[in-house]
């Protein structure tokens, strides 16, 4: 997978990212991380946790990966064509105030997303998820219908979602995300929020997930990185052109 360090871009193996997550104590992916801001403020307020932020859109990487302490690591990925390398090593999983086809797949339960999600995972890991109002309106949901779309959405990745809030200002004024602020401070300052965990390794048989024999595979096997490293390299090169083509677009509409 492809990992950005301001203007440098290089290949991340799944064996070096292995390396680079076990010295700490948690790993957190932060999905469609935007101008990674929420990745940058983790990282320091937790020096014992490897935060890694994902987004299609490569300029927002730029600009955040620059000044990337090193316990974090940015990775350009569309997330309906998730890579593989971090199968297994979350402990927490967050996605702050998605927009665009993050929100739509979550919205409508893509297979490959929820599988991608549901492949990241550690046991026991942990989801937070903040959805705009004013984005959920934009896809025809109320607030209540989109959360509890996402909600079973996120269910179906083999997460209980044990608590659903309504936020307001106040509440946005506190996220440590740049969108967070901004809808603060914005003209629909509302917001749903989301937290759950998988407790148990669960999973719905009925996604059809992308190679998720694959996924799983690698999920329960994060231990041992050798064979897992060639078949993921195998995966991602096997799905790079329809992959690359999706990242493009997500580019041309990069707005954050
Ligand atoms: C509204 S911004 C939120 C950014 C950040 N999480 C925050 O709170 O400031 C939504 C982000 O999702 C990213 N995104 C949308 N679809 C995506 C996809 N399929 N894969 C990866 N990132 C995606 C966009 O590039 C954008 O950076």
């Known amino acids: 997978m492809e990992c950005l360090r301001g203007k440098t871009s290089r290949f991340l193996d799944r064996d070096s990212l292995l390396r680079r997550v076990t010295p700490y104590q948690s ?18 307020r937790d020096p014992g946790s490897f935060v890694i932020g994902i987004d299609a859109c490569r300029e927002n990487l730029r600009r955040a990966s620059r000044r990337a302490p090193d316990n974090t690591l940015f990775i350009i990925a569309n997330l309906l064509s998730p890579p593989l390398e971090p199968a297994g090593i979350a402990s927490h999983i967050s996605i702050n105030f998605p927009w665009g086809s993050l929100l739509s797949g979550l919205l409508q339960a893509d297979p490959n997303l929820l599988g991608g999600l ?7 890991a942990e989801v937070e998820c903040y959805l705009n109002a004013g984005a959920l309106a934009e896809a025809g949901y109320d607030p209540a219908t989109g959360a509890e779309r996402v ?4 269910n179906t990745a083999g997460f209980e979602v044990k608590q659903t809030h309504p936020m307001d200002a106040a509440g946005l004024r506190g996220v440590p995300s740049s969108w967070g602020k901004r809808l603060a401070y914005g003209r629909d300052p509302r917001a749903v929020y989301l937290t759950g965990d998988r407790s148990e390794r669960r999973l719905d ?3 059809g997930l992308l190679d998720l024999s694959f ?14 490293d060639q ?3 195998d995966h991602n090169h096997a799905r790079s052109s ?10 041309r509409n990069c707005q954050c």
């Open 205 to 207: 048989w009925n996604l």
């Open 231 to 233: 078949r993921s390299h």
């Open 27 to 44: 790993v957190h992916l932060d999905l469609g991380t935007g101008d990674g801001r929420y990745v940058l403020d983790r990282a320091r």
């Open 118 to 124: 549901a492949a990241m995972c550690a046991p026991g």
């Open 215 to 228: 996924a799983l595979a690698v999920a329960a096997d994060v231990g041992h990185a050798g064979g897992a």
């Open 151 to 154: 909600r079973r959405a996120l």
């Open 242 to 251: 329809k992959g690359d083509a999706r990242i493009d677009v997500e580019e």
